[in-house]
C-alpha cells in the first residue's frame, strides 16, 4: 500500500510541474484533476484528502469556460496540498517527532563547533530534542560571525580541528566576556590533564570527553545555562527596581532593535523622570522613596506591552523603548501611563502623597546611531518638558535625528517538490504576517532559477530554504555560489538534505550552511527555525 500511496502522491507532484509551464489551464482539466484525487485518495484509504477533494469538486461545475492561472489552481487547492504534503511526512516520521523536536522562539540558542560532522549530528539531534535551537559550525570563522548574529546562550568547542584549535576561539569568547557572561564548554577525546588545564586557563567554563554519554552533555549544559540565568540577573537586572538596568540598554540596544529594519512602524525611546523627587526623598525619607522607585518601576514594567523595554537609567530616570511604534502611538501611550500614575496614592507615614512624571520623547529613525545619542535628544525634550511645568510628555522636534531607510527581509523556498513549496511558502507568509514582519517571499523550481533571480540580488536579508538534492544545479551547488559573493553575509542558508551520511552534511556546512534539516520532516519544524532566525538575528543594513 505505501507503494501506491508514493505513485499517488507523486502523480499529483508531476501534474502540478506540467501546469507550472503554462499560463493557461482549462477549467475541465482542473475539475478532472480534483476528481481523480477524490476517487483514488479514497480508494488507497486517504479519507481526509478525498473528502477535501470531493468538497472543492462540489463547489465547481463540471462544464464552464473559466481558464485558471496557476496560481489560482495552486491557491483554491491549498488546503488539499497541505493535507498530501502532512501525510507524505507522517508516513515515514513517527507524530512524535512532532512536539519533541518543536523549538520555542525563547529557548535557548547553543553554538556548537566541531569540523567531525558525524558528532555534530549526534549532538545536534540531542539538543534540539530538548527544544533548543542548535547552531551547528565547522570552523572558526563561521562561528565568530554566527556569534555576533544569533548571540548564543552557551558555547561547546572542540578542543582539535582541522589546522586550527579551540583555544583560539576561547580567546576571542573570553574577550567577549567583559560584556557578557555566556558559558563556553570545550569538548575533545583528549582529556589529558595538559589539555584540561590548558582550556580552563584560556577561560573555559566546563571540558566534557566525546566518550561522555549524551544525557550527561545534556545536563551540563542546562547547568550553565542556570549559571547563566542567574549572572544576567546579577548583571543586567538593577537590585532595587528589578527591571534592567543602564548596561542592558547599552550592551542589547543593537539587539532589541536590530529587527526595526525588518517591520513595518519605527520605534520610539523616551526618557521618564519622577518630577520633584527629590522632595520625596527630603519630606518622607529614602526608604518611602525607595518604595516610589519601585512601585514606579513595576507600574511601568507591568503596563508596557510585552514587546518594549524598560531600564532604571539613573537616580529617579527611567529609559523606555517602545518597538515597532509610531511617535504619535507612543505619545498616547507614555500620556495615558502618566494619568494613571498619578492617582496612585503613596503612605509617607504622616500623610498619603501622589507623584507625577515628565517624559521626553524621540523617534529613532536609524538604528545604527549609538543609544547615547537617542537618549541625549530624549533628553534635551526632558527638558523642555520640565521646564514647561513638569507632569508632561515632550516629542523632539529638531533634525539631529537621521533618517531611516528600512531593508526588508526577502525569504527563497529552492525545492523542486510542487506541493512543499506550496506548503512551506503560505505558512511561511503566514508566520511572517503574525510576527508584523516587512517580508518577501518567493518559491523556486530549481536551483538555476534562484541564481538567475533578481528577486535576492540587492543589499537585504534573505533567509534561504534550500533543497540539498534538485536536477540541474544542484543545492550544494547553488550554496557554494550564495558563498562566493560579496554580499554573503547577507544569507541565512538553511539546507533541506536527505543525505543523511556525515560527509554529506560536512560539505554543507563547510560550504557554509547555516543549519541544516533531514528529510522528511514536519512543516512546523522549519517554521520554528525560521522564527528563531528571524527573532534572533541581527540582520544589517545595507
Not at 569540523?115 to 549526534?122: G, K, N, R, T, Y
Not at 560584556?179 to 586557563?201: C, G, Q, V, W
Request: aromatic share 8%; hydrophobic share 40%; proline share 2%.
Amino acid at each position: 500500500m505505501k507503494h501506491y500511496h508514493n505513485r499517488f502522491l507523486e502523480n499529483i507532484k508531476n501534474q502540478l510541474v506540467r501546469w507550472d509551464e503554462v499560463s493557461h489551464i482549462p477549467h475541465q482539466d482542473v475539475y478532472r484533476f480534483l476528481h481523480s484525487i477524490q476517487g483514488t485518495s479514497g480508494i488507497l484509504g486517504l479519507q481526509d484528502i478525498s473528502n477535501k477533494a470531493a468538497a472543492l469538486v462540489q463547489s465547481l461545475q463540471e462544464e464552464s469556460e473559466r481558464v485558471w492561472s496557476p496560481d489560482e489552481v495552486k491557491k483554491y487547492c491549498l488546503e488539499l496540498l497541505q493535507l498530501c504534503y502532512t501525510f507524505e511526512v507522517d508516513s515515514t516520521i513517527e507524530a512524535q517527532l512532532n512536539t519533541e523536536v518543536r523549538i520555542n522562539k525563547n529557548a535557548p540558542v547553543i553554538l556548537v563547533v566541531d569540523d567531525d560532522a558525524a558528532f555534530l549530528m549526534v549532538v545536534k539531534q540531542a539538543l534540539e530534542e530538548e527544544g533548543w535551537q542548535v547552531v551547528p559550525k565547522t570552523d572558526i570563522k563561521r562561528a565568530v560571525q554566527s556569534f555576533y548574529e544569533i548571540q548564543p546562550d552557551c558555547i561547546l568547542v572542540d578542543v582539535y580541528m582541522k589546522n586550527e584549535t579551540g583555544f583560539e576561539l576561547l580567546d576571542f569568547f573570553e574577550e567577549q566576556s567583559k560584556n557578557s557572561f555566556i558559558p563556553t564548554m570545550m569538548i575533545s577525546m583528549d582529556h589529558s590533564k595538559k589539555t584540561r588545564l590548558m582550556a580552563y586557563e584560556k577561560g573555559a567554563d566546563d571540558f566534557l570527553t566525546k566518550d561522555m554519554e549524551m544525557d550527561e552533555l545534556v545536563i551540563r549544559i542546562k547547568r550553565q545555562l542556570v549559571r547563566k540565568k542567574k549572572v544576567d540577573q546579577l548583571l543586567l537586572v538593577d537590585e532595587l527596581t528589578k527591571v534592567y538596568n543602564r548596561k542592558f540598554l547599552t550592551q542589547m540596544y543593537p539587539t532589541l532593535l536590530a529587527n526595526q529594519t525588518l517591520h513595518e512602524g519605527r520605534s520610539c525611546l523616551a526618557v521618564v523622570d519622577l518630577d520633584h523627587f527629590k522632595n520625596v526623598n527630603d519630606s518622607f525619607g529614602h526608604i518611602v522613596g525607595d518604595k516610589v522607585l519601585q512601585t514606579f518601576a513595576q507600574f511601568l514594567s507591568r503596563n508596557l506591552r510585552k514587546e518594549d523595554f524598560i531600564c532604571r537609567y539613573g537616580g529617579e530616570e527611567f529609559v523606555l523603548l517602545f518597538s515597532n511604534l509610531s511617535i504619535e502611538e507612543a505619545e498616547r501611550s507614555v500620556n495615558e501611563l502618566r494619568e494613571q500614575f498619578s492617582m496612585l496614592l503613596f503612605d509617607g507615614g504622616t500623610e498619603k502623597f501622589s507623584c507625577t512624571f515628565s517624559t521626553g520623547l524621540v523617534e529613532i529613525k536609524d538604528v545604527s546611531v549609538e543609544i547615547d545619542q537617542w537618549v541625549d535628544l530624549a533628553d534635551d525634550a526632558l527638558y523642555v518638558a520640565k521646564e514647561s511645568g513638569r507632569n508632561r510628555v515632550k516629542v523632539h522636534q529638531g533634525s539631529s535625528a537621521i533618517g531611516s531607510h528600512r531593508t526588508d527581509l526577502k525569504i527563497a523556498v529552492v525545492d523542486d517538490d510542487p506541493i512543499a513549496r506550496v506548503v512551506v511558502k503560505n505558512t511561511i507568509t503566514s508566520l511572517v504576517e503574525e510576527m508584523n514582519v516587512r517580508c518577501s517571499v518567493e518559491t523556486f523550481s530549481d536551483g538555476q532559477d534562484f541564481v538567475d533571480s533578481n528577486f535576492h540580488q540587492h543589499p537585504a536579508p534573505c533567509i534561504v530554504i534550500l533543497d540539498g538534492v534538485m536536477p540541474g544545479l544542484d543545492g550544494l551547488e547553488v550554496l557554494k555560489h550564495i558563498r562566493s559573493l560579496s554580499t554573503s553575509d547577507q544569507y541565512k542558508v538553511i539546507m533541506l538534505t536527505s543525505r543523511q551520511t556525515p560527509d554529506d552534511i560536512a560539505k554543507a556546512l563547510h560550504l557554509g550552511a547555516d543549519d541544516y534539516m533531514i528529510k522528511p520532516f514536519y512543516n512546523q519544524e522549519l517554521m520554528d527555525r525560521v522564527e528563531k532566525w528571524i527573532s534572533r538575528s541581527s540582520y544589517r543594513k545595507a
